[in-house]
């Protein structure tokens, strides 16, 4: 809502990062009009709303959040939980799944630090 400079204005999603937001703005319109010149794409950066992001614990706190639910995700649509038969599940290759595993090390990393800056200010 801070990106949106009047109410007529709205943001048509071209694409989706783990941090931004790509979207083009249809001024006036629900839907872009792809004509020439071509639309501007808008980046935004994607944040989970919490109640204060200014101290580095709850910055920390909001990318190990975001982080998890990109995981969960890429865990999903790989067939995990789905009730696929390992016939019907994506395959990840070798690299993807040393991806999965990396992402994971980070995550529980910075939930290590947030309990390490918690247990500091006791």
Not at 21 to 30: E, F, P, Q
Not at 103 to 117: D, K, S, V, Y
Request: hydrophobic letters at 35%; proline letters at 5%.
């Amino acid at each position: 809502n801070s990106v949106r400079k009047s109410s007529s204005d709205h943001y048509w999603m071209v694409g989706l990062t783990d941090t931004l937001a790509m979207s083009v703005n249809c001024k006036g319109d629900t839907y872009p009009i792809f004509t020439i010149p071509r639309p501007t794409v808008m980046t935004t950066p994607l944040c989970i709303p919490l109640l204060s992001l200014e101290t580095p614990t709850s910055q920390l706190e909001e990318k190990v959040i975001r982080e998890t639910i990109v995981l969960n995700q890429m865990k999903y649509w790989g067939g995990e939980g789905k009730g696929q038969t390992s016939d019907e599940m994506i395959d990840f290759s070798v690299l993807d799944q040393e991806n999965l595993v990396k992402q994971q090390a980070a995550i529980e990393t910075n939930i290590l630090r947030m309990i390490q800056t918690c247990c500091k200010a006791d």
